[in-house]
């Protein structure tokens, strides 16, 4: 059989990660923030609009969860959460002593529903309450449904905090997301589009909230020559070895966005002619995915369903892994509100992952397309 394995999504490098690391190393600039940081902050903003304001920091949960501090979310306030992500969305509303209200996705996008978090809204309103925040996700890169999603939170004025940890290089009606909301969240984790080994980023719509969430991030020291608190500090800056790292990603950034979408058109026309598996895609020119990752939808049958295909490609040494598993059915959030129907729980029930990463070769794209078409008898 086959022994190399092919991944879900690895990391790939562009080779001048080593130089931008080396030149740490050489100044001896081995703490956190430092000359590689600002750099590879700037490299962004270059990349996002000019109104958007980036802080580099140690991951996308630290992101999301100085977002939350800086939209000031205490002990017992409420935040909506989309309930159909990966923990990291959601765990930051527990370290603020939060409480999170989850909601459903709807089928398009699989993204947070409009309806149901506008019902959520208004109960949550209801019960005496308004949520402090909104924490929506374009999963798998795919964009929310920005225009609906963003008008309910004005009309009731809630801020929005954008989860674009998978979903750098998507566009929704051609803007940038991550840029989107009151604070968009990125992740450089090893698995993602780009990587700094371990690192994320806090985007702002303006320079003081940034300063303010490096403030935070750099464990709130006062101005004073002496160290002097006022209020409580994080350790969450980004390193600058890391920073060296990401400035050798961001090179391969547009090429890896255009690789992850060709493998995405690869797998909708092998998928197009199977009766049975729905791919999620974007057909029209709202919704511009990264296609961080390929999913789809198994229609369960007798004979088969998502986990026999995904017991059949892992026979031939192909990694595929179910879709995230949706917060208010994990054990740690099943006792926090959630409202919708089970449009999320049926995503989980027969949704799988395939692999995605910017280094597929077409030999592995061969071996993908021969099980799938054995499983479908095709
Ligand atoms: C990866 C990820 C995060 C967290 O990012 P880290 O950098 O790993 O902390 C948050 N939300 C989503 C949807 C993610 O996929």
Request: proline share 4%; net charge neutral; with cysteine.
């Amino acid at each position: 059989m086959y022994n190399n394995r092919i991944y879900l999504s690895l990391s790939q490098q562009s080779g001048f990660e080593q130089d931008y690391v080396q030149r740490a190393l050489d100044s001896n600039w081995i703490t956190s923030g430092g000359p590689n940081v600002d750099d590879f902050e700037n490299k962004l903003q270059d990349y996002f609009d000019e109104d958007s304001f980036i802080a580099a920091l140690n991951s996308g949960t630290s992101a999301i969860h100085l977002a939350l501090i800086l939209l000031g979310v205490k002990t017992n306030d409420e935040v909506i959460c989309q309930s159909m992500t990966f923990a990291a969305s959601a765990n930051p509303i527990l370290y603020q002593g939060a409480i999170p209200v989850f909601v459903d996705s709807e089928p398009e996008t699989w993204n947070i529903c409009p309806e149901s978090m506008e019902i959520a809204i208004k109960d949550r309103i209801k019960k005496g309450k308004k949520p402090k925040a909104i924490i929506a996700v374009h999963l798998y890169g795919m964009p929310y449904k920005v225009d609906q999603i963003h008008a309910i939170a004005d009309q009731y004025e809630i801020p929005v905090i954008e989860d674009s940890a998978e979903a750098l290089g998507s566009k929704y009606r051609g803007r940038k997301c991550g840029a989107l909301g009151t604070f968009g969240i990125l992740s450089f984790n090893g698995n993602k589009i780009i990587t700094t080994s371990s690192g994320g980023a806090l985007v702002c719509n303006s320079s003081d909230l940034k300063e303010k969430g490096i403030f935070y991030a750099t464990q709130s020291k006062d101005k004073a020559p002496h160290y002097q608190h006022s209020e409580v500090g994080y350790n969450y800056r980004m390193s600058n070895i890391c920073a060296g790292i990401g400035l050798g990603q961001i090179k391969i950034l547009e090429s890896n966005i255009e690789k992850r979408r060709k493998n995405h058109f690869f797998y909708r026309d092998v998928l197009k002619k199977i009766e049975g598996v729905k791919l999620l895609e974007s057909t029209d020119e709202i919704f511009f995915s990264n296609y961080w990752l390929n999913t789809i939808i198994v229609e369960p049958t007798k004979s088969r369903n998502k986990e026999s295909l995904r017991l059949i490609l892992e026979n031939a040494n192909i990694e595929s892994r179910p879709l995230w598993k949706p917060m208010h059915l994990q054990p740690i959030f099943e006792k926090y509100p959630y409202y919708g129907n089970k449009v999320a729980e049926e995503l989980f029930n027969n949704g799988l992952c395939l692999p995605s990463g910017s280094n597929l070769k077409d030999e592995d794209k061969d071996r993908i397309e021969k099980v799938i078409k054995a499983f479908f008898n095709c």
